[in-house]
Nanobody
């Protein structure tokens, strides 16, 4: 029953940067892998990035590899997504969630999504 609150989105020009934050309340998530997802208008939610709960290993969708960096601060129950070299196709609402590996994919571990934070990249 952890609650998630995303922030840090905004309007940025192509090539610019944003840093998203995800704050968790209630149950701590220090022992869960955490990840970011995004949903663009008219499209399904897709996986973006994940970070291991303890060792800090990171994983990225091919579309953002080399441009985005995921990290976490377990003491503060916070996950970050540093987004550089942003492209118009990155425009979406971004969500965080617990994640787990299944069938070769990263899947959301909780049905309780936050409100997300809007990222808009102009050309």
């Amino acid at each position: 029953q952890v609650q998630l609150e995303e922030s840090g989105g905004g309007l940025v020009q192509a090539g610019g940067s944003l840093r998203l934050s995800c704050a968790a309340s209630g149950r701590t998530f220090s022992r869960w892998d955490m990840g970011w997802f995004r949903r663009a208008p008219g499209k399904e939610r897709e996986f973006v990035a994940a970070v291991n709960w303890s060792e800090g290993g990171t994983y990225y969708a091919d579309s953002v590899k080399g441009r985005f960096t995921i990290s976490r601060d377990n003491a503060k129950n916070t996950v970050f997504l540093q987004m550089d070299s942003l492209k118009p196709e990155d425009t979406a609402t971004y969500y965080c969630n617990k994640v787990f590996r299944g069938s070769g994919r990263w899947l959301a571990g909780s049905p309780n999504w936050g409100q997300g934070t809007q990222v808009t990249v102009s050309s």
